[in-house]
């Protein structure tokens, strides 16, 4: 056969030649593959291998472990082969099983069951205590935004919730603040935004070359300027979220992820952090906010500080709670300076009555309603810090009072950490460092345990302590009796020795006693306290520091207009009795709130001074304040604020509006029980080191309902000594009277009149105020005449 023969032949079969070409090639390849690898050896540039992968890492465990491990798992071994151990372990096996079960489907019924179902599923979490970590943290994983919600409402574990996102990190403060100048500067054009960048926060450099983040291995050193422009934008952010459109905008803009930075950075710093949780307050108004605070881990944030030892952590963390709680059957919103005492955790039932109590100038939540301190006297300080919102700049000019006074002695009890602060000292111009606490609550002392194994001899014991030191026959003035009681000392200003308490060695002491000794006595009742900012000199208003176009905001009647709408937003009145407890001006912004609430058409703002059973004044100036005259001695140095000016002794603003109040007493009001409480003594000015009488017995007096005065200063009438003083126990005889009156069935004739007695005063009013205008106008045409 030829070769064209055979390359004919082999024409005809192509996949077959192909393929053993295929097979060919791969053989050789196969073959010669070591040499190959040899050959290119030499033009690629071997790589190093790590210092981690060159050697093999070994645990060496000592003989001796190792025997008693090998000990100990023959023991098992062994115990489980018994006959109890067979039967035992299948039932803690199942028992186990069972127990995780149930959480899963509680948890499950909690997101997806009916409102009632997921009420008593949460509450049924919150009393599982039994799960190991690991369970909590599964749970967490799979709980969502409403739930968790929830479960923080009615005081859960803190393990409910997820942990913080990089919780050991913090981030390098140059990097926040270029953050924040990213976030502040899409809110422009905003005047106040505007303002504060030409004044605080200037263009950011360009940031490069620095770490991003810190941990706690790391040295983490924050400038004293990069501290304090933080501080400023957080005040600020306070100032812009009270909008809830700008909130809504951070919202959308990632800001909870740079607030969780900040707080990361001023963990050790309370009064910081109650500023930036009255931030998240503000921005959890938002209505669809929840989600975000979930994914945030603002949830697991608040729930924590809702257990702080430090009350503005408590009451405002609390705060934003309730707001975002959605699925509280009895769920009201809390605007800015509005402020829930108690309850600050979910309840079952419905309040009863709504307890509101309004500070005076330059006061606070949780300075004005302290408890007084038996062994310091009340001193009113020419230079002080405005109260609550401690990152501001100071007063001058007759502020406030001496908040810090028993600083060092609850430091000691409490063990924390205090900071360290400068105050100015008038009498020496030197400035001292003064320690400054944190506003601990208040630890009731409990009675030592009877270690007694006899039955009847222990409760015999029992019954001796707890016998009174007096019989029902001795009576026991109270210690702040008015300086006009009876001769005879009965009734109201004494107590039966068998009902008094001694007080006088307790150890307790509060800094907010409405929201720690009232819910004791009232617990169907919700508190309220009202917390506005105010100042005594127009260069240090604080309120104006970020915004200069609310400079006006400082007049008594926009403060009033602005803080009645944000209370009938709370739901203040709602089928409740209302009582009021105003100290100095802040029954100066009552009276006028409620005139207010009279004559808007809304009915839900109306409800609110409808419902009004009781107010109690606590030094209020009706008439105005002898004080406030000193600006025409002191206005060029001082230049007095708009509060200071319109608290002028007989100001015909104040005599207007006190003629309005006392006609609405008697005519729609005239179902309200109201007591006036004045001060006896003058007020120690600590700086000159004389008596100062801020509000007159003239001043405080009404001619409608109770009256005393009291031997205490102007500072000590909002400070109750203990729970048995007159002070606050006439204070528990308005609400128990007015709350009782509310439930009794009004007059009819009452009802049905009371609108034309509105229309008739304020017919009235117009008629006075014009005929006013007339006489002051007919000089002026007479001169106009006669030339």
Same mark, same amino acid.
């Given at each position: 056969?030829?070769?064209?023969?055979?390359?004919?032949?082999?024409?005809?079969?192509?996949?077959?030649?192909?393929?053993?070409?295929?097979?060919?090639?791969?053989?050789?390849?196969?073959?010669?593959?070591?040499?190959?690898?040899?050959?290119?050896?030499?033009?690629?540039?071997?790589?190093?291998?790590?210092?981690?992968?060159?050697?093999?890492?070994?645990?060496?465990?000592?003989?001796?472990?190792?025997?008693?491990?090998?000990?100990?798992?023959?023991?098992?071994?062994?115990?489980?082969?018994?006959?109890?151990?067979?039967?035992?372990?299948?039932?803690?096996?199942?028992?186990?099983?069972?127990?995780?079960?149930?959480?899963?489907?509680?948890?499950?019924?909690?997101?997806?069951?009916?409102?009632?179902?997921?009420?008593?599923?949460?509450?049924?979490?919150?009393?599982?205590?039994?799960?190991?970590?690991?369970?909590?943290?599964?749970?967490?994983?799979?709980?969502?935004?409403?739930?968790?919600?929830?479960?923080? #409402?009615?005081?859960?574990?803190? #393990?409910?919730?997820?942990?913080?996102?990089?919780?050991?990190?913090?981030?390098?403060?140059?990097?926040?603040?270029?953050?924040?100048?990213?976030?502040?500067?899409?809110?422009?054009?905003?005047?106040?935004?505007?303002?504060?960048?030409?004044?605080?926060?200037?263009?950011?450099?360009?940031?490069?070359?620095?770490?991003?983040?810190?941990?706690?291995?790391?040295?983490?050193?924050?400038?004293?300027?990069?501290?304090?422009?933080?501080?400023?934008?957080?005040?600020?952010?306070?100032?812009?979220?009270?909008?809830?459109?700008?909130?809504?905008?951070?919202?959308?803009?990632?800001?909870?992820?740079?607030?969780?930075?900040?707080?990361?950075?001023?963990?050790?710093?309370?009064?910081?952090?109650?500023?930036?949780?009255?931030?998240?307050?503000?921005?959890?108004?938002?209505?669809?906010?929840?989600?975000?605070?979930?994914?945030?881990?603002?949830?697991?944030?608040?729930?924590?500080?809702?257990?702080?030892?430090?009350?503005?952590?408590?009451?405002?963390?609390?705060?934003?709670?309730?707001?975002?709680?959605?699925?509280?059957?009895?769920?009201?919103?809390?605007?800015?300076?509005?402020?829930?005492?108690?309850?600050?955790?979910?309840?079952?039932?419905?309040?009863?009555?709504?307890?509101?109590?309004?500070?005076?100038?330059?006061?606070?939540?949780?300075?004005?309603?302290?408890?007084?301190?038996?062994?310091?006297?009340?001193?009113?300080?020419?230079?002080?810090?405005?109260?609550?919102?401690?990152?501001?700049?100071?007063?001058?000019?007759?502020?406030?009072?001496?908040?810090?006074?028993?600083?060092?002695?609850?430091?000691?009890?409490?063990?924390?950490?205090?900071?360290?602060?400068?105050?100015?000292?008038?009498?020496?111009?030197?400035?001292?460092?003064?320690?400054?606490?944190?506003?601990?609550?208040?630890?009731?002392?409990?009675?030592?345990?009877?270690?007694?194994?006899?039955?009847?001899?222990?409760?015999?014991?029992?019954?001796?302590?707890?016998?009174?030191?007096?019989?029902?026959?001795?009576?026991?003035?109270?210690?702040?009796?008015?300086?006009?009681?009876?001769?005879?000392?009965?009734?109201?200003?004494?107590?039966?020795?068998?009902?008094?308490?001694?007080?006088?060695?307790?150890?307790?002491?509060?800094?907010?006693?409405?929201?720690?000794?009232?819910?004791?006595?009232?617990?169907?009742?919700?508190?309220?306290?009202?917390?506005?900012?105010?100042?005594?000199?127009?260069?240090?208003?604080?309120?104006?520091?970020?915004?200069?176009?609310?400079?006006?905001?400082?007049?008594?009647?926009?403060?009033?207009?602005?803080?009645?709408?944000?209370?009938?937003?709370?739901?203040?009145?709602?089928?409740?009795?209302?009582?009021?407890?105003?100290?100095?001006?802040?029954?100066?912004?009552?009276?006028?709130?409620?005139?207010?609430?009279?004559?808007?058409?809304?009915?839900?703002?109306?409800?609110?001074?409808?419902?009004?059973?009781?107010?109690?004044?606590?030094?209020?100036?009706? #008439?105005?304040?002898?004080?406030?005259?000193?600006?025409?001695?002191?206005?060029?140095?001082?230049?007095?604020?708009?509060?200071?000016?319109?608290?002028?002794?007989?100001?015909?603003?104040?005599?207007?509006?006190?003629?309005?109040?006392?006609?609405?007493?008697?005519?729609?009001?005239?179902?309200?029980?109201?007591?006036?409480?004045?001060?006896?003594?003058?007020?120690?000015?600590?700086?000159?080191?004389?008596?100062?009488?801020?509000?007159?017995?003239?001043?405080?007096?009404?001619?409608?309902?109770?009256?005393?005065?009291?031997?205490?200063?102007?500072?000590?009438?909002?400070?109750?000594?203990?729970?048995?003083?007159?002070?606050?126990?006439?204070?528990?005889?308005?609400?128990?009277?007015?709350?009782?009156?509310?439930?009794?069935?009004?007059?009819?004739?009452?009802?049905?009149?009371?609108?034309?007695?509105?229309?008739?005063?304020?017919?009235?009013?117009?008629?006075?105020?014009?005929?006013?205008?007339?006489?002051?106008?007919?000089?002026?045409?007479?001169?106009?005449?006669?030339?």
């Amino acid at each position: 056969m030829s070769l064209e023969d055979i390359k004919s032949k082999i024409r005809r079969y192509p996949r077959l030649l192909g393929g053993v070409g295929i097979l060919t090639t791969a053989g050789i390849i196969l073959y010669e593959l070591p040499q190959i690898k040899k050959f290119f050896a030499h033009y690629v540039e071997k790589k190093s291998p790590e210092a981690d992968k060159r050697r093999t890492e070994y645990i060496y465990i000592k003989y001796h472990i190792y025997r008693e491990s090998m000990r100990k798992l023959k023991q098992k071994q062994e115990d489980e082969k018994k006959w109890i151990n067979v039967i035992i372990n299948p039932i803690g096996k199942w028992w186990k099983a069972a127990k995780h079960s149930v959480a899963w489907r509680l948890l499950n019924i909690a997101q997806n069951g009916s409102q009632p179902e997921r009420l008593k599923a949460v509450q049924q979490l919150v009393c599982m205590d039994h799960l190991k970590d690991w369970d909590f943290r599964h749970l967490a994983q799979i709980c969502d935004a409403r739930t968790a919600v929830s479960l923080a #409402r009615c005081g859960a574990d803190v #393990r409910w919730f997820m942990p913080i996102h990089m919780r050991g990190c913090i981030k390098n403060p140059k990097m926040l603040l270029s953050d924040l100048h990213v976030m502040l500067a899409r809110l422009r054009p905003m005047p106040c935004v505007d303002h504060f960048f030409s004044k605080y926060f200037p263009e950011q450099d360009s940031i490069e070359d620095i770490h991003e983040f810190f941990t706690h291995e790391q040295t983490i050193s924050l400038s004293t300027q990069d501290t304090d422009l933080l501080k400023e934008i957080i005040s600020f952010l306070h100032h812009i979220t009270k909008d809830p459109k700008v909130s809504a905008h951070i919202i959308r803009d990632g800001g909870l992820i740079h607030l969780m930075e900040l707080r990361k950075i001023f963990a050790d710093d309370n009064e910081t952090l109650s500023t930036l949780c009255k931030v998240l307050a503000n921005m959890s108004v938002v209505p669809d906010a929840v989600e975000h605070f979930f994914v945030s881990g603002w949830v697991g944030a608040l729930a924590e500080w809702q257990q702080c030892p430090d009350l503005r952590l408590q009451v405002v963390s609390a705060k934003a709670m309730a707001n975002l709680d959605h699925d509280d059957p009895n769920q009201s919103i809390y605007p800015p300076n509005v402020f829930p005492l108690h309850p600050r955790i979910r309840t079952r039932r419905k309040p009863k009555a709504d307890i509101v109590f309004v500070h005076g100038l330059l006061g606070g939540v949780f300075i004005t309603w302290r408890q007084r301190d038996r062994k310091r006297s009340t001193e009113l300080g020419l230079y002080g810090k405005n109260a609550f919102y401690t990152s501001e700049a100071d007063d001058v000019f007759l502020v406030g009072e001496q908040k810090r006074s028993n600083g060092k002695q609850q430091a000691k009890q409490s063990g924390d950490s205090v900071d360290e602060r400068t105050k100015i000292n008038a009498n020496n111009n030197k400035a001292e460092t003064i320690n400054d606490p944190i506003l601990m609550t208040s630890k009731k002392v409990e009675k030592p345990q009877l270690n007694i194994s006899d039955a009847a001899t222990k409760e015999f014991v029992e019954t001796l302590r707890n016998e009174a030191e007096l019989d029902s026959d001795w009576e026991v003035v109270h210690p702040d009796v008015p300086l006009n009681a009876n001769d005879e000392c009965c009734g109201m200003f004494s107590v039966p020795g068998n009902e008094w308490c001694n007080q006088d060695g307790s150890q307790e002491y509060t800094n907010c006693w409405p929201m720690e000794w009232l819910p004791d006595d009232y617990p169907d009742s919700r508190i309220i306290g009202i917390d506005y900012t105010s100042a005594v000199t127009e260069w240090s208003a604080n309120f104006t520091k970020y915004c200069p176009c609310e400079k006006g905001q400082g007049h008594i009647d926009v403060r009033a207009g602005t803080l009645l709408e944000r209370i009938a937003a709370a739901d203040v009145g709602n089928n409740r009795s209302v009582v009021w407890i105003g100290h100095s001006m802040g029954g100066l912004l009552t009276k006028l709130i409620l005139l207010k609430s009279l004559d808007d058409p809304d009915p839900k703002v109306q409800q609110i001074a409808k419902n009004t059973t009781g107010i109690v004044f606590l030094g209020t100036p009706h #008439r105005g304040s002898p004080i406030a005259k000193w600006k025409q001695h002191m206005q060029m140095i001082l230049s007095p604020s708009i509060e200071v000016k319109e608290m002028e002794e007989n100001s015909p603003k104040l005599l207007e509006m006190h003629r309005r109040f006392m006609g609405c007493l008697h005519t729609c009001l005239r179902h309200v029980k109201v007591c006036s409480i004045a001060e006896g003594s003058p007020t120690m000015l600590t700086t000159f080191k004389f008596p100062l009488r801020i509000v007159t017995e003239e001043s405080s007096r009404i001619d409608f309902g109770d009256f005393y005065l009291l031997k205490d200063d102007h500072l000590s009438l909002s400070k109750p000594i203990f729970r048995q003083s007159f002070l606050y126990q006439r204070l528990l005889h308005v609400i128990q009277e007015a709350v009782k009156d509310r439930d009794q069935p009004k007059d009819q004739d009452e009802l049905s009149n009371a609108q034309p007695d509105i229309l008739l005063i304020n017919i009235i009013a117009a008629v006075i105020k014009s005929t006013k205008g007339l006489f002051e106008y007919l000089p002026r045409v007479a001169v106009r005449f006669t030339t």
